[in-house]
C-alpha cells in the first residue's frame, strides 16, 4: 500500500511539472533559455520537482532518500505551496482544459496527498524542533535568488514579491512573512507529530 501510494504522488508530481512545462513552452514569448530558467523560478515547480525526486528515489531504493525529517520539511514546503496558491493567487487568473488540471495538481491534489502521506507514514518520534533552523535554508536560498534574479532581469515569478510593483521594502516584509508561515507550519508538524506519538 505504500509503495502504490508514494507511486501516486510520484506520477502525478512528474506529470504535473512536464505537462507545465509544455505549456509554458507553447505560450512563451521570450527565448528558450529565458523560459526555461524562468519556469525553474517557481516556488512551485521547484517544489513539486522536489517532491517528484523524493518519492521517486524511495521508490527506487527506500534508504537513498530517507533520512530523518526530510519527509516533514519536504510536508511543509508544499503545503506552503498550496496555502499560498489558495489566498494569494488563485483569484488572479481562471486556468481551464488542461491548463486547470495541472494547475489543481501542482497547487491542491500533490499538497493534500503529500500531507496525507506524512500522516499516515512519517517517524515522528524522531522530529526534533531544533531541525526547524535548517529547513529554513531552502525558502531562504529561494527568496535572496529570487531578488538577486530580478534584479538583473526584471522578472518576478510572483505578484506578492515584485519589487517592480511592490518596492524592495514592501517585497521584503511579504518574503519575511512568507519565511514565518514556513516556521509556523513546520513546528506545527513537529508539535502535532510528537502529540500524536503520546497519545494511548
Not at 114 to 140: H, M, N, R, T
Not at 153 to 160: D, E, K, N, T
Amino acid at each position: 500500500m505504500r509503495r502504490l501510494f508514494c507511486f501516486l504522488i510520484t506520477l502525478l508530481a512528474w506529470f504535473a511539472v512536464v505537462i507545465q512545462f509544455v505549456l509554458l513552452l507553447q505560450n512563451t514569448t521570450v527565448p528558450l533559455t529565458e523560459t526555461i530558467i524562468r519556469f525553474f523560478s517557481f516556488f512551485t515547480i521547484l517544489t513539486n520537482t522536489l517532491v517528484a525526486f523524493f518519492f521517486t528515489g524511495y521508490l527506487l531504493n527506500r534508504k537513498i532518500t530517507y533520512i530523518p525529517g526530510h519527509l516533514t520539511a519536504i510536508t511543509s514546503y508544499i503545503l506552503v505551496v498550496g496555502l499560498v496558491y489558495q489566498f494569494l493567487l488563485r483569484h488572479l487568473w481562471s486556468p481551464s482544459g488542461m491548463q486547470f488540471i495541472v494547475d489543481e495538481l501542482l497547487h491542491s491534489v500533490v499538497p493534500v496527498l503529500v500531507l496525507v502521506y506524512w500522516f499516515i507514514y512519517e517517524q515522528k518520534q524522531v522530529l526534533q524542533f531544533s531541525w526547524i533552523k535548517s529547513w529554513l535554508y531552502y525558502p531562504l536560498v529561494y527568496f535572496i535568488y529570487i531578488l538577486i534574479r530580478g534584479a538583473l532581469s526584471g522578472y518576478y515569478p510572483y505578484p506578492f514579491i515584485d519589487v517592480n510593483i511592490l518596492g524592495y521594502g514592501k517585497a521584503l516584509a511579504m518574503g519575511i512573512v512568507i519565511l514565518v508561515l514556513f516556521v509556523i507550519i513546520q513546528a506545527l508538524l513537529v508539535a502535532f507529530g510528537r502529540r500524536m506519538l503520546r497519545q494511548p
